[in-house]
T-cell receptor
Framework: GESVGLHLPTLSVQEGDNSIINCAYSNSASDYFIWYKQESGKGPQFIID?????DKRQGQRVTVLLNKTVKHLSLQIAATQPGDSAVYFC??????????????FGQGTILTVHP | GAVVSQHPSRVICKSGTSVKIECRSLDFQATTMFWYRQFPKQSLMLMAT?????????EQGVEKDKFLINHASLTLSTLTVTSAHPEDSSFYIC??????????FGPGTRLTVT
């Protein structure tokens, strides 16, 4: 599937604040969910992933929450820094097994961190 | 580890010509690679799945004769845009799947067709 958005949602925060980026996914059969960060003119960079049998996973300064009941995924960034400014995409995979396989990307959110 | 490169990073070509983009996994072998296309301020759209030693699997609406994919080795997949037109101008991104089934993305190739 494809996800297309002409007007990406935006989130502006002050340096040091916590950021929460949300994503709604469509396929209840999806096994893996991944958050990517994309800086201008670059490819997506892996941030964190979570399997469908989990509802929370923490990384360094980031936490991903998964609510399968309402098919919602969120990325929390603690103590947001100017270097966190980028477009953030969620992606879901429903290939099954242990493979990411084909990913369906969400529309993305532009995060801007003000010093 | 898990570094994916693309070449070239930018290319400008004339309408009607063909352009080849390379995607390489530098420190791992990738049986499966993926090609995406991204328009400005939009999300990534999967074009095709490239499997080493076999034909690529194209997504619905993607012309296989226009976007030729070759995955001749475990570290290299190529995308050739044939008879390019201005509407093919876009950001093309590849990804490669590791043995742990994680997917890492290349830095992208900006194609401009004049």
């Amino acid at each position: 599937g494809e996800s297309v958005g002409l007007h990406l949602p935006t989130l502006s925060v002050q340096e040091g604040d916590n950021s929460i980026i949300n994503c709604a996914y469509s396929n209840s059969a999806s096994d893996y969910f991944i958050w990517y960060k994309q800086e201008s003119g670059k490819g997506p960079q892996f941030i964190i992933d979570i399997r469908s049998n989990m509802d929370k996973r923490q990384g360094q300064r980031v936490t991903v929450l998964l609510n399968k009941t309402v098919k919602h995924l969120s990325l929390q960034i603690a103590a947001t820094q100017p270097g966190d400014s980028a477009v953030y995409f969620c992606a879901e995979n429903s290939a099954g097994g242990t493979s990411y396989g084909k990913l369906t990307f969400g529309q993305g959110t532009i995060l801007t961190v003000h010093p | 580890g898990a570094v994916v490169s693309q070449h070239p990073s930018r290319v400008i070509c004339k309408s009607g010509t063909s352009v080849k983009i390379e995607c390489r996994s530098l420190d791992f072998q990738a049986t499966t690679m993926f090609w995406y296309r991204q328009f400005p301020k939009q999300s990534l759209m999967l074009m095709a799945t490239s499997n080493e030693g076999s034909k690529a699997t194209y997504e619905q609406g993607v012309e296989k004769d226009k976007f030729l994919i070759n995955h001749a080795s475990l570290t290299l997949s190529t995308l050739t845009v044939t008879s390019a037109h201005p509407e093919d101008s876009s950001f093309y991104i590849c990804s490669a799947e590791t043995g742990r089934h994680e997917q890492y993305f290349g830095p992208g190739t900006r194609l401009t067709v004049t």
